[in-house]
Structures are given as C-alpha cells and as structure tokens.
C-alpha cells in the first residue's frame, strides 16, 4: 500500500472519528490522583505513606495541581511540599524526581498551586511508577492532594501500520514520518 493511499485512508478514518455516532466515548485526558487524609484532623504527615500510581498508557504531562482544605471542602492555607519521583517496574527501589531540574510541588501561605512544569519530566511510558508523598506540611488542614493531568501521546487511527504521534506527525510501522503542516 502506498505511503499516499495509506495517508488517504487514515485522513477518511479521522474524518469518521470526528462524526462519531452520539453517546460513543471520546478519547480525552487522564489524572493521576494523589491523596493524603488526615481523618477529620489536621494532617500528620508523619503518619502519611507514599502513594504509587502506574502510569496506564503513553502519556504527557500538561499540568499538576496541588490543593489543601478542610472536611467542608474548603481551601485552607498552609505550608507544603511534595515528593514526587518516578521508576519502572524493573527499577523499583530507585527513583528520580518528576520536578528534574525544576520546582517541586510547593504551597507557600497558599490552599492551590498551579505547579510550573519548567524543568520536569514531562514524558511517560505505560508502566512508569509515579510515587508521591508529603515532605512538608504546616498548618491546618485536614487533607492534601496533588493532581495531574496527562494526555495521550500515541493515539492508534485505525491503520495497523500508522500512529497518531499527538502532534504534527504520523509515525509508520517502518519508523518513517509524515509531518502534516497548517
């Protein structure tokens, strides 16, 4: 099959997933939750364990939110930093920072921040381990929680012998790419 017939096709299986029948699920994001309680108490982190969540498929990291509040849902104000690091089933037991060469997840005098992802990896493979737990916590709060918001980067169009790379591009079976332009 040609490299143009191959692309004809896929444009035609796009312009189908666009015209999806009402009610047929649309590919969108995932989270990853991170959640720390303190049982109706200020949080005692010193009580915490790390949490782990296995990233479910390939995915990139678009933002990462970190809250306090309170029982009622409301936002209270404290002091906190996250610990969030990343391994592999095959290194489990050893891990690197998420944050790289960036700001870990921080609260400062806050209830929410809109992490900087300046610096982080922000790249994963189905299977990564992501292991997150508080370092620092001061204040009243009863619970912490951390989100992030990834989105897939390798979306199947169909055509056994082509992926949607997410982006600009289209990778073939055979490695080679097409790049599609506005």
């Known amino acids: 099959m040609s490299v143009d017939s191959q692309l004809d096709a896929a444009f035609n299986l796009l312009l189908q997933k666009a015209f999806r029948a009402p009610g047929s699920p649309a590919l969108r994001p995932g989270g990853i939750d991170f959640f720390w309680g303190g049982g109706g108490l200020p949080l005692d982190i010193s009580l915490t364990d790390p949490l782990i969540a296995e990233v479910p498929f390939a995915c990139r990291l678009v933002w990462a939110h970190l809250f306090a509040g309170d029982g009622a ?19 489990f037991g050893t891990s690197s920072p998420v944050y790289g060469s960036g700001s870990p997840p921080l609260l400062t005098t806050a209830a929410v921040n809109n992490c900087a992802l300046d610096g982080w990896v922000i790249n994963y493979e189905t299977g990564d381990l992501l292991i997150a737990w508080p370092t620092v916590f001061v204040g009243t709060a ?6 992030l918001q990834v989105r897939p980067t390798e979306v199947p169009v169909g055509i056994t012998t082509v992926t949607d790379n997410a982006g600009s591009d289209m990778t073939f079976n055979d490695g080679s790419t097409v790049e599609f332009r506005q």
């Open 142 to 147: 009863t619970w912490l929680a951390l989100t």
């Open 73 to 91: 849902a409301g936002a209270v104000p404290v002091q906190a930093r996250v610990e969030l690091r990343m391994t592999s089933l095959s290194g």
